[in-house]
């Protein structure tokens, strides 16, 4: 029986894209012996790069969590931590910056909005602990994305596998809609993940902000985009070989009225999933 929706389609899901080396007990010819000792440098080489940018993410995970800069969202941060609602009154809230997080050797980037108040900022992890992190992270798991279907505290052991998530805000914003200048500020966070992240190949924003400011992010670095129109689905190849796949934001807004259904939500992946297959 098949185990995930990806499975169940016949998507070819490769979950392990690092070389191993294998000897299997034989005497290795000389020219053998060659090809074998240059693909332990190459693997050698790309364990090093991988801990370099681990090591580079951590940094800039750590400048955010120190972040102040936008004060209408340090004042909110610190009023929800003071007004919990009844179910969570035992939680001790994170209520500071969220840090992106994921696989560092990611081919797809996510894009979120923002953290909601009660869920990620709650929890310390992006999406982790709310209703749209029940949808995305069980999608994620049916295309062979993360290895568990949910997650509800940040140190659960959920995984994601080649795939990273960020946001266009790192802070929770009253009534989850952030001002153009906190959006701004927080841009150059999201700058530096898509230049520390080598293997993105497919990128999907999270809804219509999400999206305004991926393309406005790409146009910052200098990739000439066409003006590009929103809706579900939509798949836009870039000149530098990314492409951009578009979906309706996974809110409890457009869940909850059939604006999003799990099947639309289920095809973005499937559509993500064979782009990765094809070679982006
Ligand atoms: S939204 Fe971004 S820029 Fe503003 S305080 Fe939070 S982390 Fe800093």
Redesign the pocket.
């Known amino acids: 029986m098949p185990s995930t929706r990806a499975q169940a389609e016949g998507i070819r899901v490769n979950t392990k894209r690092r070389f191993l080396p294998r000897f299997k007990n034989r005497c290795l010819a000389p020219s053998n012996v060659l090809i074998l000792d240059f693909r332990l440098q190459i693997s050698h080489f790309k364990k090093t790069a991988r801990m370099k940018i681990e090591i580079a993410l951590k940094e800039l995970q750590n400048i955010?969590i120190g972040?102040?800069?936008?004060p209408r969202?340090?004042d909110y941060l610190k009023e929800v931590s003071n007004h919990k609602p009844r179910r969570y009154r035992d939680w001790d809230y994170w209520s500071k910056?969220l840090p992106s997080f994921g696989d560092p050797d990611a081919r797809v980037l996510i894009v979120g909005l923002a953290p909601a108040a009660q869920g990620g900022n709650r929890t310390g992890r992006m999406f982790t602990g709310d209703r749209s992190g029940e949808w995305l992270f069980n999608t994620l798991y049916q295309f062979g994305f993360a290895n568990r279907p949910n997650s509800s505290l940040r140190d659960d052991g959920f995984k994601l596998n080649d795939v990273y998530i960020t946001a266009t805000?790192?802070?929770a914003p009253p009534k989850n809609k952030?001002l153009p200048e906190?959006i701004e500020?927080?841009r150059p966070?999201f700058l530096k993940e898509l230049d520390l992240l080598k293997n993105i190949e497919v990128i999907v924003p999270l809804g219509q902000i999400a999206f305004t400011q991926t393309l406005r992010i790409l146009r910052q670095k200098k990739l000439g985009i066409p003006p590009l129109s929103f809706g579900h689905g939509k798949v836009y190849p870039l000149s530098n070989g990314q492409t951009i796949v578009t979906t309706y934001h996974p809110s409890q807004q457009n869940t909850q009225t059939g604006k999003l259904t799990r099947p639309m939500f289920h095809r973005v992946f499937k559509l993500v999933r064979r782009k990765l297959e094809d070679g982006g």
């Open positions: 955010v972040c102040h800069q936008c969202l340090v910056p805000i790192r802070c952030p906190e500020n927080c966070y």
